[in-house]
C-alpha cells in the first residue's frame, strides 16, 4: 500500500468520524476542498465538489449548528443525528477511498463499516455526553457541549486535510476508548 493510498484512507475515516460530531461540517470541508480542487473526487462522487452541493453543505452546516443551542431541540437532533451521522460518514469514506482495483461493492462495504461506523460511535459517544449534561445540569451545560462538539468538528475536518493520518489514529483510539465505555455500561 503505497503513501497516498494511506493518506487517503486516514483522511476518509478522520472525516466521518468528525461527522460524529456535527454532520455537515465535515461534509461542507470536503465541499470546499474538491470545489477548489485540492484534492479530486472518484467520478461517482464529483457531486460533491460542485457549487449547489457546497452552497448546500454551508447552509445545513450553519442551521446545525445554530440548532445545538437552542434546548431541547439539541436532544432532539441527537434522535437523528446518529443515522445522519452514520450516512455522511458512509459516503465520505467513500468519496476518499481509493479506486483502483477494488469493487464499487467492496468499496461500499467498507466505507459503510470504516465511515458509517466511525461516525456513528463518535455520535453515540457525544450523544450519550449531552444526555449527561442535561440530566446533571437540567440543559444549563448543553451549550459547553455543543461548543467543544463545534470547535472538534471543525478542527478535526480542518486537521483531517493536514495531517490526515494523526488525526485518524487520534480519532481510531477516542472510538476504541468509546466502545470500551459502552461496554463497561451494558455489563
Given at each position: 500500500m503505497d503513501t497516498q493510498t494511506i493518506t487517503s484512507?486516514?483522511?476518509?475515516?478522520?472525516?466521518?468520524?468528525?461527522?460524529?460530531?456535527?454532520?455537515?461540517?465535515?461534509m461542507l470541508g470536503a465541499s470546499v476542498a474538491a470545489y477548489a480542487h485540492w484534492f479530486s473526487l472518484p467520478a461517482d462522487m464529483s457531486w460533491m465538489g460542485s457549487l449547489p452541493a457546497l452552497i448546500c453543505f454551508g447552509t445545513a452546516a450553519v442551521l446545525e449548528i445554530a440548532a445545538y443551542y437552542i434546548p431541547f431541540v439539541d436532544n432532539l437532533l441527537d434522535t437523528i443525528a446518529t443515522p445522519l451521522a452514520a450516512v455522511a460518514g458512509t459516503v465520505l469514506a467513500a468519496s476518499f477511498l481509493p479506486v483502483g482495483d477494488v469493487s464499487p461493492m467492496l468499496k461500499w462495504i467498507l466505507a459503510i463499516i470504516a465511515g458509517g461506523g466511525a461516525a456513528a460511535t463518535v455520535q453515540t459517544g457525544t450523544g450519550l455526553l449531552r444526555l449527561a449534561s442535561t440530566k446533571t445540569?437540567?440543559?444549563?451545560?448543553?451549550?459547553?457541549?455543543?461548543?467543544?462538539?463545534?470547535?472538534?468538528?471543525?478542527?478535526?475536518?480542518?486537521?483531517?486535510?493536514?495531517?490526515?493520518?494523526?488525526?485518524?489514529?487520534i480519532f481510531l483510539l477516542l472510538i476504541g476508548w468509546i466502545i470500551r465505555k459502552l461496554i463497561k455500561k451494558l455489563l
Open positions: 484512507i486516514a483522511m476518509g475515516i478522520a472525516l466521518s468520524a468528525c461527522c460524529g460530531f456535527r454532520v455537515f461540517i465535515p445540569t437540567a440543559g444549563a451545560g448543553n451549550q459547553f457541549v455543543a461548543t467543544g462538539e463545534n470547535a472538534l468538528a471543525v478542527s478535526g475536518t480542518v486537521l483531517s486535510f493536514v495531517a490526515p493520518v494523526v488525526i485518524a489514529v
